[in-house]
């Protein structure tokens, strides 16, 4: 487990998720302990970061996965391996809905959380190229806690994970 305590502060985050003169953030996405988390220099995101949405870093831990419980159990949500993103646009409860699958499972395993939907919603619908992967959970056939999501966009995933 990573402490709380661990992760840089909101004040020191904002500094260390600026865009450097390349106009790239001068952060890898690296194992830490039982997760995939965002290195920079001064330290590590916080996966509930309020502000990291603001480098394009959406990061979030999925919605109603006790609706489908059965999904989330036979998918693979371990750290580092993708998921797919799904819009619902006739979904009754929002029309912002975005369904998170596993990357090979049939089943809807919860959602991105409403607040954050409304704006990758508008993202996916432009056709922008985002990459979604877990970076907190369970393999298959293993209960865990809910899976946690990073989406970003492509450019920006394959910076944070070149070698």
Excluded: Q
């Excluded at 371990?78 to 029309?95: F, I, M, Q, S």
């Excluded at 607040?115 to 996916?124: I, Q, S, T």
């Amino acid at each position: 487990m990573v402490a709380r305590a661990e992760y840089l502060t909101p004040e020191a985050e904002a500094d260390a998720l600026r865009p450097g003169p390349d106009g790239l953030l001068n952060a890898r996405l690296e194992r830490v302990r039982d997760r995939l988390l965002v290195v920079t220099p001064a330290g590590w995101v916080n996966p509930k970061s309020r502000s990291a949405h603001r480098a394009g870093l959406d990061s979030f831990t999925v919605r109603g996965t006790g609706y489908h419980p059965g999904a989330v159990k036979a998918g693979k949500f371990t750290p580092g391996t993708p998921v797919r993103l799904v819009r619902e646009p006739d979904n009754p409860h929002d029309p912002n809905a975005i369904a998170i699958y596993a990357d090979t499972g049939r089943n809807k395993a919860g959602y991105v959380p409403a607040a954050r939907a409304k704006r990758l919603a508008k993202l996916l619908d432009a056709g922008v190229d985002l990459v979604a992967i877990s970076v907190r959970g369970t393999g298959r056939g293993t209960d865990g806690p809910a899976p946690h999501i990073l989406i970003c966009e492509r450019a920006l995933y394959e910076h944070l994970t070149r070698p």
